[in-house]
Nanobody, 124 residues
């Protein structure tokens, strides 16, 4: 059984930090690139960050560069998203997804496995 479970979301003030975790099981985690997407209800989702299977390469959408860091611990089958200097526009449901097609990471259609999401709310 494949499972992808996010945690770590919550409510913070602008400028605050959160660390999201994505715990996976049921597939060969170390062969998959993993990304974080975020979505506001009624709007199209956005790829936030991606990390390749070995953790060597990372990719970010422009709006989070310098503020967010994606990392992974393959021994724990877990990917993290450290979010610093949070802004209200970062508010969204954050979902973790896994794909073999890392070069197309921005396209939601390439992902094989998705978590249900963890909510991040940034407000003063």
């Amino acid at each position: 059984e494949v499972q992808v479970v996010e945690s770590g979301g919550g409510s913070v003030q602008p400028g605050g930090s959160l660390r999201l975790s994505c715990a996976a099981s049921g597939f060969i985690f170390g062969t998959y690139a993993v990304s974080w997407f975020r979505q506001v209800p009624g709007k199209e989702g956005e790829g936030v960050a991606c990390i390749t299977s070995g953790g060597v390469n990372t990719y970010y959408t422009d709006s989070v560069k310098g503020r967010f860091t994606i990392s992974r611990d393959n021994a724990k089958n877990t990917v993290y998203l450290q979010m610093n200097s949070l802004k209200p526009e970062d508010t969204a449901m954050y979902r973790c997804a896994a794909t073999r097609a890392w070069s197309l990471w921005r396209a939601a259609s390439v992902y094989d496995y998705w978590g249900q999401g963890t909510q991040v709310t940034v407000s003063s």
